[in-house]
Nanobody, 125 residues
């Protein structure tokens, strides 16, 4: 079994910053790829960012490019999503997800095997 635990969500003013964390635990696997998705009320799950096995390749949705940065600390089995210049449109529940035994990024939620419980991010004045 694999568990993912997100943290770092909260409420912030427009233009502010937040950093989300996601720690993976459970059974051992050789390689894995991590992703962040979000879901706003009344909308479908949307790709935000993905990072490959080595951490050397990242992929972002156009809506967050230049504002968000994803990184990973493999020693801690943790990934981060640094979110800057936040806008009201960024308000959503943010989920981290993992692709087991894969090395390449993906923007499709169908490619991910396990999901965290989600953390709320609210951007409002």
């Amino acid at each position: 079994q694999v568990q993912l635990v997100e943290s770092g969500g909260g409420s912030v003013l427009p233009g502010g910053s937040l950093r989300l964390s996601c720690t993976i635990s459970g059974r051992a696997f050789s390689t894995y790829v991590m992703g962040w998705f979000r879901q706003a009320p009344g909308k479908g799950r949307e790709f935000v960012a993905s990072i490959n096995w080595s951490g050397g390749v990242t992929d972002y949705a156009d809506s967050v490019k230049g504002r968000f940065a994803m990184s990973r600390d493999s020693a801690k089995n943790t990934v981060y999503l640094q979110m800057n210049s936040l806008k009201a449109d960024d308000t959503a529940v943010y989920y981290c997800a993992v692709r087991i035994d894969k090395i390449h990024t993906s923007s499709s939620y169908l490619d991910y095997d396990y999901w965290g419980q989600g953390t709320q991010v609210t951007v409002s004045s």
